[in-house]
Each structure stands twice: as structure tokens, then as C-alpha cells.
């Protein structure tokens, strides 16, 4: 099955060197790109993307907002891409807004090229790509912050089992779905089991969306 793509960037040069080197991938199609984040969600709805390359910092329309009105669309718009932020410095400010917008995840520009074919095919596939320095920042914003757990969340939380919480805390400590087998003594195979009824009892998108409601809803603190 090939992966639909579209980029959005402000860089033509960035534009083209992505689009070049994704369409050269077998199972990857380059169906359109976007200078702006307001053009960005026009050619996602008319192209239906798979995913969707989405610089942070943009005239017109920063990624941020054109990231929350892809993955929040208007009434009668069922298309709902996965999103991959792009962004320069691993610290910015948009990493946890965009996450709590719906993103899958971050990849900073100057990653070596396997990684950015590697991050299309990941976040295509329905999972989170978030990076070590990502997920220290996410961290440490929670460590400054202290925000007070949020009582809905925590009732949602309230209708796993005591093996889905396991695992759902697990994943918020950035462990993969091996070394959370490791962790738990259980098959690799029955994590993921365990990880797709999370995400489904609590409507989440994906691990980076866990990752976030785990903290939020009081589940993990930062220091534990």
C-alpha cells in the first residue's frame, strides 16, 4: 500500500529536497505541498493525504493551527490525516500544543534522511514518533508547570484494568513495546493487544496522545 504525503513548508528548497527523496521510496507518494499552513489544510482536503509534513513556523498560518484544523476539521470533513511536525530546534515551544492538538509526533529537519522516510512510515502506521530530546522537554514542561491532575481525565482513566494502567503508565515513561514486555514479563504481541484497548477505552489517537493523558490525568508525575 503506498503512503500518500504532502509537505508544508515555507522553504521551497526544503519542499523539494523532501519531495525528492520520499518520492524515490517505492511505497511513498509526494501528492502535493503547501509554502503556508493556510494552503497546507486546503491541499490536505483535496488530496487526502496518509500524512501530512507539517513545518512549525510559517507565514500566514503557523503549523501549529493548521495542525489543530486538520486534525479538527469542520462538520461534513471525515478525512483526518496523521501529522508530523517539522521544526528546527528540538526545544520549541509548540512541541506539547501541537501534541495535545493531535500531531504524531516531531522531527527535526536536519535529521539524516533514513530517519525522515523512516518517520513517515511509522507515523503512517498509526504510532507515535516522539524523540528522546522531545520527550525530556514534554517532561520538564510538566516538571516547571505542576499542572493539578484534571478530575475527567482520571475517571476516564478509572475504566482500565490494572494491566492496561500498567502499560499506559509505562509507555508515558517513554519504554518501548519491548522493553515494556521485558518490563511486565508478557509477549510483545499482547502489549500491543494491551496498547490498542487503551487507546480505544480512552479515545486517544496514538502514543503520543498516551503520553500526554497519563500526565494529565495524574497517572505519572515527573520525578517519580
Given at each position: 500500500?503506498?503512503i500518500r504525503?504532502?509537505?508544508?513548508?515555507?522553504q521551497?528548497?526544503?519542499?523539494?529536497?523532501?519531495?525528492?527523496?520520499?518520492?524515490?521510496?517505492?511505497?511513498?507518494?509526494?501528492?502535493?505541498?503547501?509554502?503556508?499552513?493556510?494552503?497546507?489544510?486546503?491541499?490536505?482536503?483535496?488530496?487526502?493525504?496518509?500524512?501530512?509534513?507539517?513545518?512549525?513556523?510559517?507565514?500566514?498560518?503557523?503549523?501549529?493551527?493548521?495542525?489543530?484544523?486538520?486534525?479538527?476539521?469542520?462538520?461534513?470533513?471525515?478525512?483526518?490525516?496523521?501529522?508530523?511536525?517539522?521544526?528546527?530546534?528540538?526545544?520549541?515551544?509548540?512541541?506539547?500544543?501541537?501534541?495535545?492538538?493531535?500531531?504524531?509526533?516531531?522531527?527535526?529537519?536536519?535529521?539524516?534522511?533514513?530517519?525522515?522516510i523512516?518517520?513517515?512510515?511509522?507515523?503512517a502506521?498509526?504510532?507515535?514518533?516522539?524523540?528522546?530530546?522531545?520527550?525530556?522537554?514534554?517532561?520538564?514542561?510538566?516538571?516547571?508547570?505542576r499542572?493539578?491532575?484534571?478530575?475527567?481525565?482520571?475517571?476516564?482513566?478509572?475504566?482500565?484494568?490494572?494491566?492496561?494502567?500498567?502499560?499506559?503508565?509505562?509507555?508515558?515513561?517513554?519504554?518501548?513495546?519491548?522493553?515494556?514486555?521485558e518490563?511486565?514479563?508478557?509477549?510483545?504481541?499482547?502489549?500491543?493487544?494491551?496498547?490498542?484497548?487503551v487507546?480505544a477505552?480512552?479515545?486517544?489517537?496514538?502514543?503520543?496522545?498516551?503520553?500526554?493523558?497519563?500526565?494529565?490525568?495524574?497517572?505519572?508525575?515527573p520525578?517519580?
Open positions: 500500500m503506498t504525503v504532502i509537505i508544508v513548508d515555507d521551497a528548497m526544503v519542499r523539494a529536497g523532501f519531495a525528492a527523496l520520499l518520492s524515490a521510496q517505492s511505497d511513498i507518494d509526494v501528492v502535493g505541498e503547501a509554502p503556508d499552513g493556510k494552503q497546507g489544510v486546503d491541499v490536505s482536503r483535496s488530496t487526502h493525504p496518509d500524512v501530512v509534513l507539517m513545518d512549525v513556523r510559517m507565514p500566514e498560518m503557523d503549523g501549529l493551527e493548521a495542525a489543530r484544523r486538520i486534525l479538527d476539521p469542520p462538520v461534513g470533513v471525515v478525512h483526518r490525516p496523521k501529522v508530523l511536525m517539522l521544526t528546527t530546534f528540538d526545544v520549541d515551544d509548540y512541541v506539547y500544543e501541537a501534541l495535545r492538538a493531535g500531531a504524531s509526533g516531531f522531527l527535526l529537519k536536519d535529521a539524516p534522511p533514513a530517519d525522515l523512516s518517520a513517515v512510515r511509522v507515523v502506521a498509526g504510532e507515535a514518533l516522539l524523540a528522546p530530546s522531545v520527550t525530556r522537554r514534554l517532561i520538564a514542561d510538566f516538571a516547571r508547570q499542572p493539578a491532575p484534571r478530575k475527567n481525565l482520571a475517571t476516564r482513566r478509572s475504566g482500565l484494568t490494572p494491566r492496561e494502567t500498567e502499560v499506559l503508565e509505562l509507555i508515558a515513561r517513554g519504554l518501548s513495546n519491548q522493553e515494556i514486555a518490563s511486565l514479563v508478557l509477549a510483545e504481541q499482547t502489549v500491543k493487544t494491551h496498547i490498542g484497548r487507546l477505552k480512552l479515545g486517544l489517537r496514538d502514543r503520543a496522545q498516551a503520553v500526554i493523558f497519563a500526565y494529565e490525568s495524574g497517572l505519572v508525575t520525578g517519580q
